[in-house]
């Protein structure tokens, strides 16, 4: 039998023949089934005192020799003893015949003849007994068989014809569940593409919402240790479901298992000793390779099917292989957006790089602000994306000291009035270096703004309170605490109760009091640390005590 049709006629043949065999039995008819090759598949369901000569080994013989010459395009009569007919109706599906339905029924004239008698007395029946057993089935004459042969045979076509499709709806209804499962799975996480800055984040929800969608036990997702990863899934693995192995172990083989997969090609892994992963598991297990340029950079991986039907279906190989892409997208952009923004940092890290040779004793000033303003906006209650910004706008807020004198940034002693005027150009100066940046814009009100006062007293535009823009306020509290807290050209650096004592001091006046308050309760032990890492960097300049000079 064709393998495509096999499931389809269990599925349609069955009920088609208890219905049919239902019916019969109302008419006092009793049947039996074969399968395409003739081999006997079902037997009359009768009582038992009628299931004794049906059940016998002559009248089966009878039955199955007729049903293994039956004509293969048409129904048929044969008569295997004087007044009893056997009707043979041909089971089709799709236009082929699948199988044989032998119908008996008999007449009176029956139980009168010798072959009815020699059966019998063969099978050690009783004639009489079996007679009385048998007495009110015998009902018809040929004429009434054979019209009534067309009609189980029209019966039967329909009967299997409702079965098909019924069965075919059932499959349409599963096939619509699944493609709207992978829709609703595709749709998800084709919202969540767009948090590129966090990329282990969509890799463990891509992960979550499969295991759930699919009858797996456990999926899971390993990624190479590669510059073409992005850097925070470089050797990452994240498994979601339940392992039933040491988790060490499964990411070792599946590591392993990377190098081996080609682009764009799923692998199924069979249990057993040819693969370790799927012998180590106790299951099969399917994985999809995950790619960048047409080099395999990760696999995802999915084992431990449950439910009624353990073979992985084309369904569930078509929905992961769906899930690599949107993976293999999803890291590329992701692998893209951290060589830009390592590439951003680092005309960022110029930049202040440049202020620092233009000025030895404010050596990694803007890198502990950054680090100051980034802790205080957090602890204000900013969300990482937007505390990063502030480290940002930290990391450049003196870059406009590019266009001032070195003998004004670095002279030692009180500075005259015209050389503070021109310091005082350096937030304007960096505004106007940085204004036509793309992507800098949420760092430019704090690189123009940090030396605006609470109190409207400040610089360059004398703002005032909450008119001066949040990221500014932030940044005016973390520099003059650094400004404070390090040795400058013309004085030492204050002990750290001082500067704490100033910066509570000045609260409303010069800094946003909210925001003193909360730089008063911050850990600065990794800020101490910065100092220490600068200090080594530069240390002949720490060493050397401070110059004082009269203005």
């Known amino acids: 039998m064709n393998g495509r049709i096999a499931p389809d006629v269990r599925k349609t043949s069955a009920p088609a023949v208890e219905s049919l065999r239902a019916r019969c039995r109302s008419l006092d008819l009793a049947i039996w089934r074969f399968d395409q090759a003739g081999v006997l598949d079902s037997v009359p369901n009768q009582p038992s005192p009628r299931a004794r000569w049906l059940a016998s080994r002559t009248l089966l013989d009878a039955v199955s020799t007729a049903a293994r010459s039956a004509p293969a395009d048409r129904s048929a009569v044969v008569e295997i003893m004087p007044g009893c007919w056997l009707m043979l109706l041909a089971e089709r599906y799709a236009r082929r015949r699948t199988g044989t339905i032998a119908a008996l029924g008999f007449g009176p004239e029956l139980f009168d003849s010798n072959e009815f008698a020699g059966a019998c007395k063969h099978e050690n029946l009783d004639h009489a007994n079996v007679r009385l057993e048998l007495g009110s089935m015998a009902r018809y004459t040929r004429t009434e068989i054979e019209r009534l042969s067309s009609v189980l045979g029209w019966m039967l076509d329909d009967l299997c014809e409702q079965c098909r499709d019924k069965v075919g709806l059932e499959e349409f209804g599963n096939q619509l569940t699944e493609m709207y499962e992978e829709i609703g799975l595709l749709y998800r996480l084709g919202r969540t593409m767009d948090n590129i800055r966090s990329p282990e984040v969509f890799v463990s929800t891509t992960c979550q919402e499969l295991v759930q969608t699919l009858p797996f036990g456990w999926i899971a997702a390993r990624f190479a240790d590669n510059a073409k990863v992005a850097p925070s ?65 990760g696999v995802l991986v999915a084992g431990s099917k449950s439910g009624p039907d353990p073979a992985i279906s084309s369904f569930e190989t078509q929905l992961l292989d769906a899930a ?228």
Not at 276 to 297: F, K, M, T, W, Y
Not at 460 to 465: A, C, E, Q
């Open 233 to 297: 899934l470089r050797g990452r693995l994240t498994v979601a479901g339940e392992l039933n192995v040491p988790e060490r172990e499964f990411n070792a083989h599946v590591a392993n298992l990377i190098g081996r997969l080609e682009p764009d090609r799923w692998t199924l892994l069979p249990e057993g000793e040819s693969s370790e992963l799927a012998a180590l598991l106790g299951s099969e297990v399917l994985a999809h390779p995950i790619s960048r340029d047409r080099e395999v950079i």
């Open 324 to 551: 690599a892409d949107y993976l293999s997208v999803f890291t590329e952009n992701a692998g893209l957006y951290a060589d830009q923004r390592a590439l951003f940092m680092g005309t960022i890290q110029a930049l202040t790089a440049s202020i620092d040779a233009k000025d030895r004793y404010t050596c990694g000033h803007s890198e502990r602000v950054a680090h100051l303003a980034h802790q205080l906006a957090l602890a204000t209650g900013m969300d990482e994306e937007a505390a990063e910004r502030v480290r940002i706008s930290g990391l450049l807020h003196d870059v406009g000291k590019i266009g001032v004198p070195e003998n004004v940034l670095a002279k030692p002693g009180k500075l005259t009035d015209d050389e503070f005027e021109q310091i005082k150009l350096h937030p304007t100066i960096g505004h106007k270096i940085l204004r036509d940046i793309p992507n800098l814009e949420d760092a430019l009100p704090g690189v123009l703004h940090h030396h605006e006062r609470f109190d409207g007293r400040g610089y360059p535009d004398h703002l005032s309170g909450e008119t001066i823009p949040l990221v500014a306020r932030i940044l005016a509290v973390s520099d003059s605490f650094d400004a404070m807290s390090s040795n400058r050209s013309y004085r030492s650096a204050m002990e750290r109760s001082k500067v704490l004592s100033e910066i509570a001091t000045c609260a409303g006046a010069q800094f946003d009091p909210k925001l003193a308050e909360v730089f008063i309760k911050l850990d600065l032990s990794e800020y101490d640390r910065m100092v220490q890492r600068h200090k080594a960097v530069d240390q002949p300049i720490y060493d050397q005590p401070p110059i004082h000079k009269a203005a």
